[in-house]
């Protein structure tokens, strides 16, 4: 069974420019989350979906930055306009909507966001 | 969540027992503990959790006080490969909530 899959692992943007990062969830998960990390700190969440729907996004940006878990395909974290304050390690992170795992959150390996 | 309280850093042996602290005063009796480590910039792995019982899995042992106000996290034998930054949470079940990372506790390996 395939672990969560990011792409990319690395992004390099321009200020300005518009940032994409995917995230696959393990298969059969219908709960995906978004975690960001500054350099030298911890995670700190951003949002919370399941399939096609935002449960809580109290950690995302309220400008610029905007996710999805469409109904196919893999979730999508956008920043637009990206800002040197941007750069940072993005997680995405899994679980499953029932079993014994329901509650461990899976997290993929990362997409690292410089901003130049 | 409750908070909790780790010491920045410490070091262990390879070979010896990690014996990772974390207080976690205000906890409800409706959260549970779980405990998370990063190895240098990889994504959280989660380890271990548990409510009020002692718990032990392939990787390591939790051991939780009877007040449940504080917790330790066993590694019974450190190798090299458990030098990481070591989470611990606490959070409600059951529930998709999203997860509290604090500061953690850096754990360096020794040879």
């Known amino acids: 069974n395939a672990g969560v899959m990011q792409n990319p692992r690395h992004l390099v943007r321009r200020r300005g420019q518009e940032a994409r990062l995917r995230c696959s969830p393990m298969?059969?998960?219908?709960?995906v989350y978004w975690y960001r990390q500054l350099p030298e700190e911890g995670l700190k969440f951003m949002v919370y979906?399941?399939?096609?729907?935002?449960?809580?996004e109290s950690g995302m940006p309220k400008e610029r930055f905007s996710a999805e878990f469409p109904k196919e395909g893999p979730s999508i974290l956008r920043i637009q306009q990206v800002v040197r304050g941007d750069s940072a390690a993005y997680f995405c992170?899994?679980?499953?909507?029932?079993?014994?795992?329901?509650?461990?959150?899976?997290f993929g390996p990362g997409t690292r966001l410089t901003v130049l | 969540d409750a908070k909790t309280t780790q010491p920045p850093s410490m070091d262990c042996a390879e070979g010896r027992a990690a014996n990772l602290p974390c207080n976690h005063s205000?906890?409800?009796?409706?959260?549970?503990v779980y405990w998370y480590r990063q190895i240098h910039s990889q994504g959280p792995q989660y380890i271990i959790h548990?409510?009020?019982n002692n718990e032990t899995n392939e990787m390591a042992s939790l051991i939780i006080t009877e007040d449940r106000k504080s917790s330790t996290l066993i590694l019974p034998h450190a190798t090299l490969r458990d030098t990481a930054v070591y989470y611990c949470?606490?959070?409600?079940?059951?529930?998709?909530?999203?997860?509290?990372f604090g500061t953690g506790t850096r754990l360096t390996v020794i040879p």
């Open positions: 205000t906890i409800s009796g409706n959260e549970y």
């Open positions: 548990g409510l009020k």
């Open positions: 298969k059969g998960h219908s709960h």
């Open positions: 992170a899994s679980s499953p909507s029932r079993g014994s795992s329901y509650n461990e959150q899976f």
């Open positions: 949470i606490v959070r409600v079940d059951p529930g998709a909530n999203n997860l509290f």
């Open positions: 979906l399941q399939k096609e729907n935002i449960i809580d």
